[in-house]
């Protein structure tokens, strides 16, 4: 089993920055490949960033040029550095790990409100 706690949601002006992170546990060597993905009200969960073992990194559209994911893989925790936020990225922003094709495991999501 793998454990994920994502903290670094908050409250930001349009425009601002934020820094989210995933701190995973447990059996980790199982994970290929880590993620962020986010729920706004009323909306379906949607694909974020996601970054491999090896580095690989992929972007939703909606996210790139503002949003960079990385990882630190002596602490075991994935980063998310927002920059240039908008009001529409305000939504509860989940961390997911597993295989490369499947997230096995999912945190319990943290906050993120743009006002504009």
């Known amino acids: 089993q793998v454990q994920l706690v994502e903290s670094g949601g908050g409250l930001v002006q349009a425009g601002g920055s934020l820094r989210l992170s995933c701190a995973a546990s447990?059996?980790?060597?199982?994970?290929?490949?880590m993620a962020w993905h986010r729920q706004a009200p009323g909306k379906q969960r949607e694909f974020v960033a996601s970054?491999?073992?090896?580095?690989?990194?992929t972007y939703a559209d909606s996210v790139k040029g503002r949003f960079t994911i990385s990882r630190n893989n002596v602490k075991k925790t994935v980063y998310l550095q927002m920059n240039s936020l908008k009001p529409e990225d305000t939504a509860v922003y989940y961390c997911?790990?597993?295989?490369?094709?499947?997230?096995?495991?999912w945190g319990q999501g943290t906050q993120v409100t743009v006002s504009s």
């Open positions: 447990g059996s980790t060597v199982s994970i290929n490949r």
């Open positions: 970054i491999t073992n090896i580095g690989t990194t």
């Open positions: 997911s790990a597993g295989s490369v094709y499947v997230d096995n495991y």
